[in-house]
């Protein structure tokens, strides 16, 4: 499991809408953030995961649906949007997954994160949804990575 990353992004939002500067300074997306990959993303606040997802579409397209969200046909989008106004975005890649089921591995990533937050001391804060398989070590090591570059990082600062 070959995991390229991590990438980040501050974000400033409203409810409504957001926007991003990369660690280069610019407003737009890049790099991972633009590829097919199926990627993982954490969304944090103080080095504190709050929201941990997966997705393959563009980072822009999938916090648009995100933000654009009403509740029609059920999903309501990120809660974390009406209640924060800045968080930084870290993304990862999966860049050897299989051509079938190619998000099971980061799914199961996922939830290694998720559960690394809840043995911390509680489950992140806005997760409305969580992908469950059997996992194994190279799951957990991964879990493990992503968590202390997230939970390691200055607020203020890119990685």
């Not at 989008?77 to 299989?98: C, K, N, S, T, V």
């Not at 559960?115 to 949804?129: D, M, V």
Request: aromatic share 12%; glycine share 6%.
């Amino acid at each position: 499991m070959r995991i390229a990353g991590p990438e980040s992004y501050n974000l400033t939002f409203d409810s409504e809408k957001y926007s991003v500067i990369c660690p280069m300074g610019t407003t737009k997306f890049s790099g991972l953030a633009t590829s097919k990959l199926p990627k993982l993303y954490v969304i944090a606040v103080d080095t504190k995961p709050i929201y941990v997802g997966i997705t393959r579409q563009y980072m822009r397209a999938r916090l648009r649906l995100g933000f654009k969200a009403t509740g029609e046909n059920g999903y309501h989008g990120y809660a974390w949007r009406r209640e924060l106004r800045q968080a930084q975005l870290f993304i990862w890649a999966h860049e050897d997954a299989p051509a079938v089921n190619a998000e099971r591995d980061i799914e199961t990533v996922e939830a290694e994160i998720v559960f690394l937050a809840r043995l911390a001391g509680q489950w992140p804060a806005y997760q409305t949804e969580i992908h469950f398989h059997r996992s194994n070590q190279i799951h957990r090591d991964v879990a493990a990575q992503i968590w202390s570059a997230v939970t390691q990082t200055s607020p203020n600062s890119q990685i």
